[in-house]
């Protein structure tokens, strides 16, 4: 991989362009894949292709997605799985959000148990639960960091306040939010974790929308470099900041063969000032 190909969180170091394993999952993100075979052979195939960060959820199926990674990786050698607590599933593509210390602590050891862990190599809370209160939360977080249920802590969807109170209870590896170079709400917090070296993770990392459609502006740069507009919005995000650990997702083979190839996609200067420009 090109790039300043990896990063560095708490004391583990993985590759920047990681995968994200929500897709392996059934309409709603509920229930099993309509082919299993598949998702299990793109997740071993994601890792013939150097990818060593895979992000997954206790709530994607539920269950299903850190099932699956069990069954396709384990025992996982140098391949790091990132997982999240924080949403109760009642239907597809329901979530609720659930941050209680007794049932993200219950989360916490169902997905150790799932993934066949005795430490998870990281533990993000996937949304901070606004009925709860938000120390009670980071203060549940750093209890497992110091028991060793977690080597790392992350968090997701949350601003630069919230992260800085997390920090003042317990130390913060990664933030998750949505970003793509279409979809720049989170410019701030991404500063904020580069001028911090934490971790920041772009869920729906490809661009999508009006920029993006077929002949649009983004469509056409990414004709003139030879590339997918998927690769270009990868390749983007990579040179955008140090710390940005984009993890597209699939379920085809294809898509991940093609996603994993834009790491090795280098932008030019004039390209890159091109598609900053592009911001809606």
Request: glycine share 8%; with cysteine.
């Amino acid at each position: 991989m090109t790039h300043s190909a990896t990063f560095t969180y708490a004391t583990q170091t993985i590759n920047r362009l990681g995968y994200g394993a929500m897709r392996i999952t059934g309409p709603g993100v509920w229930g099993y894949p309509a082919d299993r075979a598949q998702c299990l052979a793109v997740l071993r195939r994601a890792v013939e292709l150097g990818v060593d960060f895979i992000d997954t959820a206790d709530s994607y199926g539920p269950h299903v997605s850190e099932e699956l990674i069990a069954e396709a990786l384990r025992p996982y050698g140098h391949v790091k799985i990132a997982t999240k607590a924080g949403l109760l599933r009642t239907g597809p593509d329901a979530w609720i959000p659930c941050g209680r210390p007794a049932y993200l602590r219950q989360q916490c050891e169902l997905s150790l148990r799932r993934l066949g862990q005795e430490s998870l190599d990281l533990f993000q809370l996937h949304r901070i639960d606004t009925s709860v209160d938000r120390d009670e939360q980071f203060a549940l977080l750093r209890a497992l960091l110091d028991e060793g249920k977690v080597q790392a802590v992350g968090l997701s969807e949350v601003t630069v306040d919230e992260i800085a109170a997390a920090q003042s209870i317990v130390p913060i590896a990664t933030v998750q939010n949505r970003y793509n170079v279409t979809d720049r709400a989170s410019d701030d917090v991404l500063d904020y974790c580069e001028g911090h070296a934490i971790g920041f993770i772009p869920w729906f990392p490809v661009a999508a929308g009006d920029l993006a459609r077929p002949g649009g502006p983004l469509d056409t740069l990414a004709s003139e470099q030879g590339v997918t507009v998927a690769q270009m919005s990868l390749a983007w995000l990579l040179r955008r900041s140090p710390v940005t650990i984009p993890i597209p997702g699939t379920s085809q083979l294809a898509h991940l063969e093609e996603n994993c190839a834009a790491a090795h996609v280098v932008l030019d200067d004039a390209t890159f000032d091109k598609l900053n420009s592009l911001n809606e």
